[in-house]
């Protein structure tokens, strides 16, 4: 494993961890703003679009000028992003702003630049992931991807926290870490920590990542759909109470379960990526039809560690096989474009789930066994012959 992984993980888990601290109040903070609903619905989805769009950019970036200048802009636009919305936020209670501007400075902070700059470090660590040796591959990934995970996971719990006094501390504290991966990287990081290893095999035909790009996509899916459709299916199966223990049962398995999945259970493992892609499909296929007969709060979280399980399986098998489909110089330019494909899934799916269950409660259960089912057999379409390493 490269040196430079290690610590990017840690860099990782703070950013991640800082952007959700928000998570908690931005619902509570929209009032106080006077932003409509849609307006706050918008907020989230132009940093959907800001990580679709810059993903790329970054890979790119990554491949053309290496690690430090993809960090150093993705810590900078970072810390732009959640100090300013910070002292926005503080401007808006005092009555400084207008709405109007409230939203416009909401889009601009939380949405573009925090979107671009986390996105820059996440893009960065999977291509760094992407140029290891081939047999520490999925290892590599998964634990980029449960270090994500976790900060997705305890983010929100800690803003909730620090919320209960007031509901501007988390953002007082979220540029912290930002700030702190900032100095890491001009004082850590040094130009010459990025090389350009050799291939350690011949690499796949550039077709095959149509194949693998497909399953990532398919999985993205299904992951969204269960993930929005949780709190709905749990609402309309049991009462209130119970209905909220389910809907945070279901969503904190989802979220740990990934986590432990990509970080424990694919370290010990060490299965590859061929074998990870179709064995977590499958896995997400079985806990879909599970969840869709789930009736309490038992099954229902028995049937989202399957889920977790076979959705961690199947991500990091995709992001492993992805930077195995192209020489280690192109690393950047994959995992950019894997970033992208997590993006556009979060910023379509959810309304789609939304749809599907006006139509039928289990609906988005079934979409989501049926993208598994369609994951499940790309990933078990042979890979094509490897061209020569010349």
Same mark, same amino acid.
């Not at 709060?297 to 399986?313: D, K, R, S």
């Given at each position: 494993m490269p040196r430079p992984l290690a610590p990017l993980l840690i860099a990782l888990l703070g950013m991640?961890? +800082?952007?959700?601290?928000? +998570? /908690? !109040?931005?619902?509570?903070?929209?009032?106080?703003?006077?932003?409509? /609903?849609?307006?706050?619905?918008? =907020?989230? !989805?132009?940093?959907? =679009?800001? =990580?679709?769009?810059?993903?790329?950019?970054?890979?790119?970036?990554?491949d053309r000028f290496g690690l430090r200048p993809v960090l150093l802009a993705g810590a900078g636009l970072s810390l732009a992003g959640l100090a300013g919305f910070a002292a926005a936020s503080v401007l808006v209670l005092d009555e400084t702003l207008t709405p109007a501007l409230t939203f416009a400075l909401a889009l601009l902070f939380r949405s573009f630049l925090l979107g671009a700059g986390i996105s820059a470090v996440a893009v960065a660590a999977l291509a760094v992931a992407g140029r290891t040796p081939e047999a520490l591959r999925t290892t590599a990934v998964g634990l980029v991807g449960a270090a994500q995970g976790l900060g997705v996971v305890i983010g929100p719990a800690i803003g909730g926290v620090l919320a209960v006094g007031s509901l501007l501390v988390p953002l007082y504290v979220a540029p912290a870490p930002a700030l702190l991966f900032l100095v890491w990287v001009l004082v850590a990081v040094k130009p010459e920590a990025v090389a350009h290893p050799q291939p350690m095999a011949p690499a796949p035909p550039p077709q095959d990542l149509v194949r693998i790009f497909g399953v990532g996509l398919l999985t993205y899916v299904a992951f969204v759909l269960v993930n929005v459709s949780a709190t709905l299916l749990a609402f309309d199966r049991l009462d209130t109470v119970s209905g909220t223990a389910t809907a945070a049962a279901a969503v904190a398995v989802l979220g740990i379960g990934v986590v432990i999945a990509q970080g424990v259970l694919v370290p010990v493992l060490r299965w590859p990526a061929d074998r990870l892609m179709p064995a977590g499909a499958l896995t997400a296929v079985a806990g879909c039809g599970l969840a869709a007969v789930a009736g309490s709060?038992?099954?229902?979280?028995? +049937?989202?560690?399957?889920? +977790? =399980?076979?959705?961690?399986?199947a991500l990091t098998g995709f992001f492993a096989a992805a930077t195995l489909g192209v020489r280690p110089r192109h690393a950047g330019l994959v995992a950019g474009a894997a970033g992208a494909t997590s993006g556009l899934a979060g910023l379509v799916v959810p309304m789609m789930a939304t749809v599907l269950h006006s139509v039928h409660p289990v609906a988005p259960v079934v979409a989501a066994g049926v993208a598994s089912v369609l994951a499940a057999g790309l990933a078990l379409v042979p890979r094509p012959v490897p061209q020569s390493a010349g």
């Open positions: 991640f961890t +800082a952007q959700q601290l928000l +998570a /908690p !109040t931005l619902g509570p903070l929209s009032a106080q703003f006077e932003l409509s /609903p849609t307006q706050l619905g918008l =907020v989230y !989805t132009v940093g959907s =679009v800001a =990580v679709v769009v810059s993903s790329p950019l970054w890979g790119l970036a990554f709060m038992w099954l229902t979280a028995l +049937a989202f560690l399957v889920l +977790a =399980v076979g959705f961690g399986f």
